[in-house]
């Protein structure tokens, strides 16, 4: 079985909540304080956010930190693969 990429995992949850608020890429970066292009690489499971980066996105996005893990948790099959966005599994 393969490990699931949780860096991709966490850019998908990051993802759904931002579109969820309706937010661009560059409006969640300028609430959170960070880059627009690192909040990209997030959501693409480029980058390997800190605790400290979890805790600004999760603020600008309204979400507790601990629901953004935990949807990260439903964001993947029982087979350890990562879903893609809209996709569930049941």
Do not use: C
């Given at each position: ?6 860096k991709k995992q ?22 959170a304080?960070?880059?627009r ?6 959501e693409?499971g ?9 805790a600004?996105?999760a ?7 601990s629901m953004?893990?935990?949807m990260?948790e ?6 350890g693969?990562t879903?893609?966005a809209?996709?569930?599994s049941?």
């Open positions: 079985m393969l490990e699931p990429d949780i966490f850019g998908l949850v990051i993802k759904q909540w931002r579109r969820k608020a309706s937010l661009s890429q560059e409006e969640l970066a300028a609430r304080g960070l880059h292009t690192y909040v990209s690489d997030v693409r480029m980058r390997n956010p800190s605790l400290y980066s979890i600004k996105l603020n600008a996005l309204k979400a507790p930190v953004l893990f935990q990260m439903a964001t993947s099959d029982p087979a693969t879903l893609s809209g996709k569930q049941g």
